[in-house]
């Protein structure tokens, strides 16, 4: 594939045009994309091929802060360029003008976005897209200039550090400086500091005997590099049994470009890496949480920070259903080497009281909530009745959310239920026994209906079971009532100091021999946070 990239437009939450860049040839306009674009039902593909056009365009797209980005082309391209692109063009967007990103930045900084535009794809093949680079090649000034501390103004006499020339060249990058795309040149901070964000998001699904059917983590690491010159760092993961098996436990790994591929793959935990100045994502990666659990059956195996029941068909009439939630206090094991973004001493503690919540020595559960998805016969919820929290069931969202606030998680309290009587729809009178005085829809009280057959002998009468009104009505209630059970319930939580998975950064070291620019004397304070999110992601089958 040979294709080029040939325009890019940007339309707000209105659907007005509020950007048009044209790379190269005659593509279509925004206003004559925009109708073929929503044509399409929601939702929308990321790629849509429209054939009547002239030429025929493929139109890749993106939904981010309420603007839609659209890339159209009317050659073959390969997908992913185009997609990494657009995501690309969000990011740098965002790094330049602030986030979240919204129609009137772009409006207000429309030189600023012509430039970086310019710079991204040139005649529609792509360029630089890396924000360390384009901020030595696009100028900014004005507000945005004060903002970001004038560190990229070519051609201006005003206002540049004293570690730039005043030459009208494009780029200003030392001649001296190393070929990185990705990193800045001269950079200088009188701060230098090194921190690392390892998220990881669960996804687990839970059989209704508490059975672990599928069980994933993935992770992501953020790093934010704040040190003068050219630091050359390494940073090492260990595993929950140690560094040997890392490279069993993480699967799918994605690293930045800056981090060197060899030394990964000859010694797994290892990332080796010259940073960009400032915050980026250095690397993703998946783990599978079931092979932990091939000594067991139950969802104790994963270390599960809550315990999640749901009890349904309850009541006299099989028309309650509860949720049980026990929090477990202790999900990780021991600390980390690395300091916890306190200047308090390693280990996560902070001042002479003990380990700091929030720590691998003590992780702290917060942002707690149980969603229970209901089916579209309940009509309403006559009795919600949570033992700690707040309960809110909307008819419309067709789910009740329930939210136990930190406040209560940190009390001390293990165990949270949940207890509802589900409504269903309107019955016909008819089958509700008719009038209410016990009359049918005749209007008397007495049964006129035939069953002797019109010819010949008398049919033996069968006898029937003996069942009042009242015992059918409520057979009739009750079988309605399973009907309306809940068939899963989803718990969403975030867990500060411990990650499922069970890897951490045992160190990070900046090897002065092949860094350059930092001085022997200083040491760059370094700090590592874990966080564990599940949004919804803990579900358990009914």
Same mark, same amino acid.
């Given at each position: 594939?040979?294709?080029?990239?040939?325009?890019?437009?940007?339309?707000?939450?209105?659907?007005?045009?509020v950007l048009s860049h044209t790379y190269t040839g005659r593509p279509l306009s925004a206003t004559q994309l925009l109708p073929l674009y929503l044509d399409h039902p929601a939702p929308r593909p990321s790629l849509i091929y429209?054939?009547?056009?002239?030429?025929?365009?493929?139109?890749?797209?993106?939904?981010?802060?309420?603007?839609?980005?659209?890339? %159209?082309?009317?050659?073959?391209?390969?997908?992913?360029?185009?997609?990494?692109?657009?995501?690309?063009?969000?990011?740098?967007?965002?790094?330049?003008?602030?986030?979240?990103?919204?129609?009137?930045?772009?409006?207000?900084?429309?030189?600023?976005?012509?430039?970086?535009?310019?710079? !991204?794809?040139?005649?529609? %093949?792509?360029?630089?897209? *890396?924000?360390?680079?384009? +901020?030595?090649?696009?100028?900014?000034?004005?507000? !945005?200039?004060?903002?970001?501390?004038?560190?990229?103004?070519?051609?201006?006499?005003?206002?540049?550090?004293?570690?730039? #020339?005043?030459?009208? %060249?494009?780029?200003?990058?030392?001649?001296?400086?190393?070929?990185?795309?990705?990193?800045?040149?001269?950079?200088?901070?009188?701060?230098?500091?090194?921190?690392?964000?390892?998220?990881?998001?669960?996804?687990?699904?839970?059989?209704?005997?508490?059975?672990?059917?599928?069980?994933?983590?993935?992770?992501?690491?953020?790093?934010?590099?704040? &040190?003068?010159?050219?630091?050359?760092?390494? !940073?090492?993961?260990?595993?929950? #049994?140690?560094?040997?098996?890392?490279?069993?436990?993480? $699967?799918?790994?994605?690293?930045?470009?800056? &981090?060197?591929?060899? +030394?990964?793959? *000859?010694?797994?935990?290892?990332?080796?890496?010259?940073? /960009?100045?400032?915050?980026?994502?250095?690397?993703?990666?998946?783990?599978?949480?079931?092979?932990?659990?091939?000594?067991? =059956?139950?969802?104790?195996?994963?270390?599960?920070?809550? $315990?999640?029941?749901?009890? %349904?068909?309850?009541?006299? =009439?099989?028309?309650?259903?509860?949720?049980?939630?026990?929090?477990?206090?202790?999900?990780?094991?021991?600390?980390?080497?690395?300091?916890?973004?306190?200047?308090?001493?390693?280990?996560?503690?902070?001042?002479?009281?003990?380990?700091?919540?929030?720590?691998?020595?003590?992780?702290?559960?917060?942002?707690?909530?149980?969603?229970?998805? =209901?089916?579209?016969?309940?009509?309403?919820?006559?009795?919600?009745?949570?033992?700690?929290?707040?309960?809110?069931?909307?008819?419309?969202?067709?789910?009740?959310?329930?939210?136990?606030?930190?406040?209560?998680?940190? $009390?001390?309290?293990?165990?949270?239920?949940?207890?509802?009587?589900? &409504?269903? /729809?309107?019955?016909?009178?008819?089958?509700?026994?008719?009038?209410?005085?016990?009359?049918?829809?005749?209007?008397?009280?007495?049964?006129?209906?035939?069953?002797?057959?019109?010819?010949?002998?008398?049919?033996?009468?069968?006898?029937?079971?003996?069942?009042?009104?009242?015992?059918?009505?409520?057979?009739?209630?009750?079988?309605?009532?399973?009907?309306? !059970?809940?068939?899963?319930?989803?718990?969403?939580?975030?867990?500060?100091?411990?990650?499922?998975?069970?890897?951490?950064?045992?160190?990070?070291?900046?090897?002065? +021999?092949?860094?350059?620019?930092?001085?022997?004397?200083?040491?760059?304070?370094?700090?590592?946070?874990?966080?564990?999110?599940?949004?919804?992601? &803990?579900?358990?089958?009914?």
């Amino acid at each position: 594939m040979s294709g080029v990239i040939e325009a890019i437009h940007v339309y707000d939450e209105r659907n007005s045009p509020v950007l048009s860049h044209t790379y190269t040839g005659r593509p279509l306009s925004a206003t004559q994309l925009l109708p073929l674009y929503l044509d399409h039902p929601a939702p929308r593909p990321s790629l849509i091929y429209l054939p009547n056009t002239n030429p025929q365009t493929l139109v890749f797209s993106l939904v981010h802060s309420s603007l839609v980005f659209l890339l %159209t082309t009317s050659s073959e391209l390969e997908p992913l360029l185009a997609l990494e692109f657009l995501h690309r063009v969000v990011d740098v967007l965002e790094d330049f003008l602030g986030g979240p990103l919204l129609a009137s930045k772009i409006e207000n900084n429309y030189d600023v976005v012509a430039q970086l535009l310019t710079e !991204m794809c040139d005649a529609g %093949t792509v360029g630089t897209t *890396e924000p360390n680079a384009l +901020r030595d090649l696009v100028e900014v000034e004005g507000f !945005m200039g004060k903002l970001l501390g004038n560190l990229s103004l070519p051609g201006s006499k005003s206002g540049l550090s004293p570690n730039f #020339s005043s030459s009208n %060249t494009p780029s200003i990058i030392a001649s001296n400086a190393p070929a990185l795309p990705w990193r800045r040149a001269n950079v200088r901070h009188t701060s230098n500091e090194m921190y690392a964000d390892v998220v990881e998001t669960m996804t687990v699904t839970l059989a209704p005997s508490g059975r672990p059917l599928v069980a994933f983590a993935n992770g992501t690491i953020a790093f934010t590099c704040k &040190v003068s010159g050219v630091p050359d760092i390494l !940073m090492t993961l260990t595993g929950p #049994s140690g560094k040997h098996n890392l490279g069993s436990i993480i $699967d799918l790994p994605v690293f930045h470009p800056c &981090v060197r591929l060899a +030394r990964w793959r *000859e010694r797994p935990g290892e990332l080796s890496f010259v940073p /960009p100045d400032g915050r980026f994502i250095l690397a993703g990666y998946e783990v599978d949480l079931l092979p932990s659990t091939s000594g067991g =059956l139950g969802s104790s195996n994963l270390k599960l920070p809550v $315990d999640l029941e749901v009890k %349904t068909g309850l009541g006299s =009439l099989g028309s309650d259903f509860e949720v049980r939630i026990h929090v477990n206090k202790v999900f990780g094991a021991g600390g980390s080497s690395m300091t916890q973004y306190g200047k308090g001493g390693s280990g996560g503690g902070r001042g002479f009281g003990g380990p700091h919540p929030g720590t691998p020595s003590l992780p702290s559960l917060e942002d707690l909530r149980v969603t229970v998805p =209901l089916p579209a016969d309940v009509r309403s919820l006559s009795e919600i009745r949570p033992s700690k929290g707040d309960a809110n069931y909307n008819p419309g969202d067709r789910f009740l959310e329930w939210h136990i606030p930190s406040k209560e998680l940190a $009390d001390g309290n293990s165990y949270f239920g949940l207890r509802c009587t589900v &409504v269903g /729809p309107i019955l016909d009178e008819e089958e509700e026994g008719g009038d209410p005085n016990g009359f049918g829809s005749n209007g008397g009280g007495v049964d006129y209906s035939y069953d002797e057959p019109y010819q010949g002998s008398p049919a033996v009468k069968q006898e029937k079971p003996s069942t009042t009104p009242d015992e059918d009505k409520d057979g009739r209630k009750t079988a309605q009532n399973k009907i309306l !059970m809940p068939s899963s319930a989803s718990v969403s939580f975030s867990v500060k100091g411990w990650l499922p998975s069970g890897i951490k950064v045992e160190s990070i070291a900046v090897d002065p +021999r092949k860094s350059r620019g930092l001085g022997e004397s200083v040491k760059p304070y370094k700090g590592v946070k874990y966080l564990t999110i599940s949004n919804g992601g &803990v579900e358990i089958r009914c």
